[in-house]
């Protein structure tokens, strides 16, 4: 979600004034993984001269499908606050964005038992946090039909799974605890194209670069075999891109109404794409 619905940071859309608020539907697809996710999202912001400061609160939910017809279900909700500061007249702005999520998870194991195709199920819960501090230079080429946007950032995150057992079937596991943190770093380049008087389309590219080498999985343990294991230990994609375009569409003299899409490129973990709606406004 930093990079689906606060791909953008939120003085990119409302010119200062007393405050604003948005609301973001954001939709997430990961083909290689089976992965569906949607984000709703609703927050609002003040302005206190050069700083402004927003929070918001949002739904969550996540559906994977896994192997031999097992599922994966993941929902709740996350909380967000964000922070801009414009450093002076000189279009840059420095942010930090911190989100918080607390999800239930729910997961259908299928697997092979004999000739037959059995099933073990288990819930669970999770956590998660992400910082993000960020730099953007709007406009530091251009002008009023065009311009060019530079973006350097850093992200830091932590998921927690909590352990659980597994019931049902004729091999159900007992899974430990997890911890996956992850770190990466990201250039940007965004040009902005005047269409039409109330219209910009921005399109947008990314170097991302992960500091952290492995992504790991919890042990686990079948019950009453005193066998288990890990999950594995896996190599990331350290260095990949992400391609990317926004429509805004000015309604009235503080409405903005964003279509976005972006497309993950040159990550052999999968390449996801990503579809947002957001309307912000001032006032």
Known sequence: MMWGAHHRILTD???????????????????????DSVLAEAGACVDAGPLRLGAGIGYDRSDTDLALGGKQKLEGWHGVAEADLRLGQSGAVLSATAIYGDWNVNLRRAY????????????TDARGVA???RLDW??????????????????????TVDGYTETGGGFPVTVGRSVDETSEGRMGLTG????AEPTT???????IHRFDRFDGGPAFQIIGTGMGGVTGLYAVDRDHAR???????????????????HKVVGNAGGNPFSVSASFHFGF
């Open 138 to 159: 709007f406009d530091v080429v251009g002008n009023d039909s065009f311009g060019l946007t530079p973006t350097l950032s850093y992200t830091w995150s932590r998921v």
């Open 192 to 195: 902005r194209f005047t269409l």
């Open 201 to 207: 389309l921005r399109l947008r590219g990314e170097y």
């Open 131 to 133: 910082l993000r501090a």
């Open 243 to 261: 391609l990317g375009a926004d429509i805004d569409q000015r309604i009235g003299r503080s409405g903005v109404l964003s279509l976005s899409a």
């Open 13 to 35: 859309y409302v010119q200062p004034g007393r405050g604003c608020a948005w609301a973001v539907l954001d939709y997430r697809r990961d083909g290689r993984n089976d992965v």
């Open 112 to 123: 092979l038992n004999g000739a037959n195709t059995d099933t073990s199920s288990g819930s």
